[in-house]
């Protein structure tokens, strides 16, 4: 069976055919972006209480600190806690992981839509770089001056970690959570905003910082900031490349590898 | 046949546009002819205005489709993009971010720039989308029997 591309003057926003109907409704878009937060917080005070058990770190805020270091690698056990509930939505739902990444797709036409999604990231990218430089300056953000890895977590981050974080992270929000939001709701716009402020709301947490005696809500508040051009673009792209996911995975892929490459050839911070 | 996302999308970015055209009246820097007697990239930029004009009553007459809008909004893109961004713009951020008082005033404007540069890039793609999939419409479509032809 092959499917009929939609009438060219049909909206792009009109929920499609291959995003299955969810039985489990907004309270399954809900346990998995919760799922996601509890894994983050879990993680890394996880990470932080073996690092004060083993004795390699003070008590106080410094654990925490001092657990940031890993938090790319702890991004691999967020995203396969992430796939595993995008499993269990599935199988009460009756869809498949393939039908959330939308329709079919050529493989020129997600490396032709990936080179488009990363061009119009570009003034995401400039906004970005523009408030680094006006929150920190020259220095490196905390979230790559904190990254400090053993050799074999270093080529793990590299090569496992942002592919993980595609099939699971983008397909999270915009092929899970955001159909479920536009049933909900009725309105595509209201519904892709709320995924916006959500999904750049949960950078906040990767990595909690402390910072004199609290957390760190100022280093908070610029992961938000810096994360939500890039998350505000890739969510209206999903709607103008048809609800193709595989590009803007493609270019993400690109995008964070490069990032977690040169972080581990100390090329950044 | 015409697509109203089309329409509304090609709205929105001449609504940006002119947006970003008042930022340069505001701040008064990096403005030319025909507020000054320079001929320059503010000057070239206001060619967006007769040719979405144009551009509107080709496409509402048939004469142009979604390929002639990707043209434009991708054109534009890449101009604003190399006006501003990049190692050789010529209107770097700090041109904008500098020169309001308030600062926030100064932030809200490049926030508006960075937000126009999107939706040309973004609108760019659907267009692409939209041409790839009539060519692809008019390709299925059966061949249209000929005058002379016999049942």
Known sequence: ????????????????????????????????????????????????????????????????????????????????????????????????????????????????????????????????????????????????????????ASVFSVLVVPLLAELAEPVAYLGVVLPRLEQRLGRPWVAATIVVVVWAAEHALYPVMVSGGGLDL???????????????????????????????????WAVNGGTALALALGQVG | MHSRTLYRLTYLAAAMSLGHHLDHLIRHNAVGWPLTGQVNAFTISLVVYPAIATGLLLYRAGRVGPGFWALVSGGGAVFVSAVHFGPAAVEPPDMILGHYDPPILGWLAFTWLVTFVAVLAITCLYETRLWSQQRQARRAAPPATGVGSKR
């Open chain 1, 1 to 152: 069976m092959t499917a009929t591309p939609p009438p060219a003057g049909r909206p792009a926003v009109r929920p499609q055919p291959s995003v299955p109907a969810a039985a489990t409704g907004v309270g399954g878009a809900v346990v998995l972006v919760g799922t996601r937060v509890a894994l983050w917080l879990g993680v890394q005070l996880g990470v932080a209480g073996l690092l004060v058990l083993a004795g390699t770190t003070a008590t106080g805020g410094q654990p925490l600190n001092d657990a940031a270091a890993w938090w790319m690698v702890d991004g691999a056990l967020v995203d396969l806690g992430t796939l595993a509930v995008i499993g269990w939505l599935l199988r009460r739902d009756g869809g498949s992981y393939r039908r959330l990444l939308g329709p079919p797709t050529a493989a020129w036409q997600v490396a032709l839509g990936a080179v488009g999604v990363l061009a119009a990231s570009v003034p995401a990218m400039a906004f970005s770089a523009e408030l680094t430089s006006a929150v920190y300056g020259d220095a490196t953000p905390p979230m790559f001056a904190v990254v400090d890895l053993p050799p074999l």
């Open chain 1, 218 to 252: 100022g280093f908070a508040a610029y992961r938000v900031g810096s994360v939500l051009p890039f998350l505000a673009t890739w969510t209206a792209l999903y709607y103008a490349l048809g609800r193709r996911l595989l590009p803007i995975m493609a270019a993400r």
